[in-house]
Nanobody, 115 residues
Framework: QVQLVESGGGLVQPGGSLRLSCAASGSIFTIYTMGWYRQAPGKQRELVARITSGSKTNYADSVKGRFTISRDNAKNTVYLQMNNLKPEDTAVYYC?????????WGQGTQVTVSS
């Protein structure tokens, strides 16, 4: 079992930046593939970025070059640095932890990009 708590969401103007954090507890953080997903109103949840236990990353095409996922194993935390935000990035962002077909989710944090 792992518990995930996201933070860092909020309201930002187009072109602005936010950094999301996800603190994990309850298990061995380093073994998990960590991910950020998002869900906009009326849409399905989609993968934004993912980082493996070996720090290999992959990104959705829509955020490549703007978002960066990273992890600090000493702090049991994964981050999502979001730059040059666009209105279409508005969504609830969820942190996930995956290992051996087990998936865990945080409660989500709202990101709103609007002028």
């Amino acid at each position: 079992q792992v518990q995930l708590v996201e933070s860092g969401g909020g309201l930002v103007q187009p072109g602005g930046s936010l950094r999301l954090s996800c603190a994990a507890s309850g298990s061995i953080f380093t073994i998990y593939t960590m991910g950020w997903y998002r869900q906009a109103p009326g849409k399905q949840r989609e993968l934004v970025a993912r980082i493996t236990s070996g720090s290999k990353t992959n990104y959705a095409d829509s955020v490549k070059g703007r978002f960066t996922i990273s992890r600090d194993n000493a702090k049991n935390t994964v981050y999502l640095q979001m730059n040059n935000l666009k209105p279409e990035d508005t969504a609830v962002y969820y942190c996930s932890a995956s290992f051996n077909l087990n998936d865990y989710w945080g409660q989500g944090t709202q990101v709103t990009v609007s002028s």
